[in-house]
């Protein structure tokens, strides 16, 4: 899934569709998620960036932020500067919603949280490319920390 949605990316990201054809071919050779539903949302995004206009959401920029935030918690890294006050509200949210006996992600496995968040990363739509590669970047590092930290 990951290499699916790197090319993903790759296309949504691309200013001119003229490696179109090679990113095809080498979506190509990756073979289906074993999983029908989860192949078929991440064939849908990738059907959208092939036609160079990737729905670009604000709704997909704060997904994406709140699963980094949640990933950098997991690994117990700090998250950038700008993102300390949604770091603090998330937490304060975790932190009622278990005084008042909610529901909370927590009560998971941290491993199985982790897949979880890296699962909806990669099925998550297009964010404005001005944010994507920080966003990139600071999931990776996140995911780094946490299978290193084991």
Do not use: H
Request: with cysteine.
């Amino acid at each position: 899934m990951k290499q699916k949605a790197a090319l993903c990316v790759e296309l949504e990201q691309a200013e001119t569709v003229d490696g179109l054809s090679t990113v095809q071919a080498a979506w190509a050779e990756i073979p289906p998620l074993e999983n029908a539903d989860l192949e078929a949302v991440i064939e849908q995004r990738f059907q959208q960036a092939c036609t160079g206009d990737p729905k670009l959401s604000g709704e997909a920029l704060k997904n994406k932020e709140n699963l980094c935030l949640r990933l950098e918690i997991l690994a117990g890294i700090d998250s950038p500067p700008d993102a300390a006050k949604a770091r603090l509200a998330y937490q304060v949210a975790r932190l009622s919603a278990a005084m008042g006996g909610g529901d909370i992600e927590e009560s998971r496995e941290p491993q199985v949280e982790a897949e979880e968040i890296e699962q909806s990363w990669y099925l998550s739509g297009a964010a404005p490319s001005d944010q994507t590669a920080r966003l990139e970047q600071r999931f990776r590092k996140a995911c780094e920390a946490f299978y290193l930290r084991k």
